[in-house]
């Protein structure tokens, strides 16, 4: 992993390979692993509130106008404006909850770890959000009398759409939590080798 090329071997003079680690830098390392899973969440979720506010009120706005509505247009209405609220109320606790961890490396890393499962959950519901949305766009075109062929590009594009969001999810959020994980599991292994090595002198 990439704190590996960080050890320094030391104190060969007895023959015995002996680490240190460079423990500021390691340190920077976990921040930015830090910093990064709360850039993903930050960013996903304004990006998902921001489209979920515009859609619904593109849809809402010629409703209103032509003062023609339809069951699918307001359901869509309501869906889009109900989750822009509900991930602005998850973001908020996130972002309350995020400093409550220690002030230490394994502290950074568990608060990396935790905005990542967050980045996980958020990425997994969206896709059956997704879902919803495919079947209130599709009624929609069969209510308003829509051409076959229309319905048909719609079904491609969103199964595209599905597949890339399940492609992304898989890609960087599952392996972005992994790789944390991995550098905690690590560093904790490294830590208690060093423990144990300790213990061996004063033996």
Excluded: C
């Excluded at 602005?88 to 890393?109: A, C, E, P, V, W």
């Amino acid at each position: 992993m990439e704190f590996e090329e960080m050890k320094k071997i030391w104190d060969a003079q007895n023959g015995q390979a002996m680490y240190a680690i460079d423990e500021t830098a390691l340190h920077n390392r976990v921040i930015k692993k830090k910093n990064k899973a709360r850039r993903t969440a930050d960013l996903t979720e304004k990006i998902f509130i921001g489209a979920n506010i515009v859609a619904a009120t593109m849809v809402a706005v010629p409703s209103i106008l032509k003062d023609k509505y339809s069951i699918s247009g307001i359901l869509m209405v309501v869906l889009m404006y109900v989750t822009a609220g509900f991930i602005l109320y998850i973001r908020n606790k996130r972002l309350r909850t995020q400093d409550n961890f220690d002030s230490s490396m394994i502290g950074d890393l568990d608060n990396a770890i935790a905005t990542a499962d967050y980045q996980v959950k958020f990425s997994k519901t969206s896709r059956f959000y997704l879902l919803s949305v495919v079947l209130l766009t599709l009624f929609s075109l069969i209510e308003s009398g829509s051409p076959w062929w229309v319905i048909v590009l719609v079904v491609i594009f969103f199964t595209v759409t599905y597949m890339a969001a399940r492609w992304e999810h898989r890609t960087f959020y599952v392996s972005q939590k992994k790789d944390i994980r991995a550098m905690r599991d690590k560093i904790i292994s490294m830590e208690n080798e060093e423990s144990d090595s300790e213990l061996d002198q004063q033996l």
